[in-house]
């Protein structure tokens, strides 16, 4: 079995007190046709900044909006994992970028003393600052953070399972070019999308066109709010890969093989419990004793988050 070895990453170059300034570049969106959701590719020119060639593919920068909370305080930051290679969106570590989804919906109560009938408009602080941003505008960013959901060292010595839902295709999309442009890897890379709806898939022109140019990158999309081509129901990532195990059990089987997850919190949950239901699950998590005679099926996600501990082989983001 080969342990990955992980790189030594930068961390909290720039501080949330001394944040570097870079200038939006770009800030397109990286959707087709009509989706409830507003997601953009957001560009970042990081040049002459203390970040500048200091960010690994895998990791997350802050970004501080301007303003200040409801207690007066300045807005704390919030963190976007990087959507590009570890020597950027050009090749020389001065262009970042991020994907950026608006956090948009109608107020509900949040604590006690919250008004129930308070349904106006709720907008993300940071989402929607980012995502308004036009090129030439400055925005703060602190960072890197993140010394654990990195490609390995030895790219080459490693195959790939990467799975995401939402805005958690964000480090894919730096992996995938990674990998396959600039390493012209020969390593198997499997990628797995979950969105709601097809015209909620993030950056597919893409994926497909990688998958076309390079015969060891194979894209998989998990829709759950559309029926499947064969008629089926809509499905979640880990249907797809419990219908698809006869690809996926092998993969995940050879001792080469990465899984890394990243997207909403909880989506771990599901596809852990039809690892552990196909018995392929022992090289990516241990189970303690308290869940090992629950039938994986019946676990429920808050035995999954206490009880399940992911290995080395397993790397997982999740917010
Ligand atoms: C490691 C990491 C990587 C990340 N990478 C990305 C990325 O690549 N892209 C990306 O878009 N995001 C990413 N995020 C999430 C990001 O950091 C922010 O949390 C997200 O953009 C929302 O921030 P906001 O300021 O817009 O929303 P906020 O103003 O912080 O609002 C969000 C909070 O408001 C509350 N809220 C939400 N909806 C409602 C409602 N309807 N009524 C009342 N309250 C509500 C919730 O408590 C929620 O936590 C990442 C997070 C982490 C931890």
């Given at each position: 079995?080969?342990?990955?070895?992980?790189?030594?990453?930068?961390?909290?170059?720039a501080?949330?007190?001394?944040?570097v300034?870079?200038?939006?570049?770009?800030?397109?969106?990286?959707?087709?046709?009509?989706?409830a959701?507003?997601?953009?590719?957001?560009v970042?020119?990081?040049?002459?900044?203390?970040?500048?060639?200091?960010?690994?593919?895998?990791?997350?920068?802050?970004?501080?909006?301007?303003?200040?909370?409801?207690?007066?305080k300045?807005?704390?930051?919030?963190?976007?994992?990087?959507?590009?290679?570890?020597?950027?969106?050009?090749?020389?570590?001065?262009?970042?970028?991020?994907?950026?989804?608006?956090?948009?919906?109608?107020?509900y109560?949040?604590?006690?003393?919250?008004?129930?009938?308070?349904?106006?408009?709720?907008?993300?602080?940071?989402?929607?600052?980012?995502?308004?941003?036009?090129?030439g505008?400055?925005v703060?960013?602190?960072?890197?953070?993140?010394?654990?959901?990195?490609?390995?060292?030895?790219?080459?010595?490693?195959?790939?399972?990467?799975?995401a839902?939402?805005?958690?295709?964000?480090?894919?999309r730096?992996?995938a070019?990674?990998?396959?442009?600039?390493?012209?890897t020969?390593?198997?890379?499997?990628?797995?999308?979950?969105?709601?709806?097809?015209t909620?898939?993030?950056?597919?022109?893409?994926?497909?066109?990688?998958?076309?140019?390079?015969?060891?990158?194979?894209?998989?999309?998990?829709?759950?709010r559309?029926p499947t081509?064969?008629?089926?129901?809509?499905?979640y990532?880990?249907?797809y890969?419990?219908?698809h195990?006869?690809?996926?059990?092998?993969?995940?089987?050879?001792?080469?093989?990465?899984?890394?997850?990243?997207?909403?919190?909880?989506?771990?949950?599901?596809?852990?419990?039809?690892?552990?239901?196909?018995?392929?699950?022992?090289?990516?998590?241990?189970i303690?004793?308290?869940?090992?005679?629950?039938?994986?099926?019946?676990?429920?996600?808050?035995?999954?988050?206490?009880?399940?501990?992911?290995?080395?082989?397993?790397m997982?983001?999740?917010?």
């Amino acid at each position: 079995m080969t342990q990955p070895q992980l790189p030594d990453a930068a961390l909290g170059i720039a501080h949330v007190s001394s944040p570097v300034t870079g200038k939006i570049v770009s800030n397109e969106t990286c959707l087709k046709g009509k989706s409830a959701s507003f997601v953009r590719h957001t560009v970042i020119d990081i040049s002459d900044t203390l970040l500048e060639g200091k960010c690994l593919v895998g990791q997350a920068f802050g970004v501080l909006a301007p303003g200040m909370n409801e207690k007066g305080k300045p807005h704390k930051v919030r963190l976007y994992s990087l959507a590009c290679p570890s020597d950027g969106e050009n090749g020389d570590g001065k262009v970042i970028s991020t994907t950026t989804k608006r956090e948009i919906g109608e107020y509900y109560p949040q604590k006690t003393g919250d008004d129930p009938n308070d349904h106006s408009l709720f907008l993300g602080v940071c989402s929607n600052y980012l995502c308004n941003l036009k090129p030439g505008d400055e925005v703060r960013i602190t960072g890197p953070n993140g010394k654990r959901f990195l490609l390995p060292s030895k790219t080459e010595q490693h195959d790939y399972l990467f799975v995401a839902t939402g805005t958690g295709i964000a480090p894919f999309r730096g992996m995938a070019l990674e990998l396959l442009e600039k390493n012209s890897t020969t390593s198997q890379v499997h990628l797995l999308m979950g969105a709601p709806y097809t015209t909620d898939l993030i950056y597919d022109d893409l994926f497909k066109r990688l998958e076309k140019e390079h015969k060891n990158f194979h894209y998989h999309t998990a829709i759950s709010r559309e029926p499947t081509l064969d008629g089926g129901p809509g499905q979640y990532v880990h249907h797809y890969l419990s219908k698809h195990i006869n690809i996926f059990g092998q993969f995940l089987e050879n001792p080469r093989t990465l899984l890394y997850i990243c997207g909403l919190a909880g989506m771990q949950s599901g596809l852990f419990k039809v690892m552990a239901e196909h018995s392929i699950g022992n090289n990516y998590f241990t189970i303690r004793e308290k869940l090992a005679d629950i039938p994986p099926s019946d676990w429920d996600v808050n035995q999954v988050r206490k009880c399940v501990k992911i290995t080395d082989r397993c790397m997982v983001e999740v917010y």
